[in-house]
């Protein structure tokens, strides 16, 4: 069984700084995109950061209101996911899902394909 674990969310004053950890666990074949979304009270879903796995070097892609501010990487093993916040805002305020569109066992010998996401964790940017 593969799943997707967050951790790192908290309560963290404007200005302030967080870091969100997400570890793919199962037999993993491969990961083709890896990243971050959020959802605000009342909002849609939406992409925050996330690393497309190339076939020579991988990109990453930032939603405009984070740019600059935030930052996303993976582990040399590739299945860790970290997204570092910083000069966090109010407006950042949402619980955080980790999203990975990757490949893996499902039983010996035979393999899926699918979109995963993670429990989510909340961040809170409050005085």
């Known amino acids: 069984q593969v799943q997707l674990v967050e951790s790192g969310g908290g309560l963290v004053q404007p200005g302030g700084s967080l870091t969100l950890s997400c570890t793919a666990s199962?037999?993993?074949?491969?990961?083709?995109?890896m990243g971050w979304y959020r959802q605000a009270p009342g909002k849609q879903r939406e992409l925050v950061a996330e690393?497309?796995?190339?076939?020579?070097?991988?990109?990453?892609r930032y939603a405009d209101p984070v740019k600059d501010r935030f930052t996303v990487s993976r582990d040399n093993d590739e299945k860790t996911l970290y997204l570092e916040m910083h000069n966090l805002k109010p407006e950042d305020t949402a619980v955080y899902y980790c999203?990975?569109?990757?490949?893996?066992?499902?039983?010996?010998?035979?393999?899926?394909?699918?979109?995963?996401w993670g429990q989510g964790t909340q961040v809170t940017v409050s005085s």
């Open positions: 199962g037999v993993i074949f491969s990961i083709y995109v």
């Open positions: 999203n990975a569109d990757l490949q893996y066992e499902i039983s010996p010998g035979t393999m899926k394909r699918s979109d995963l």
């Open positions: 690393i497309i796995t190339g076939t020579t070097r991988s990109r990453t």
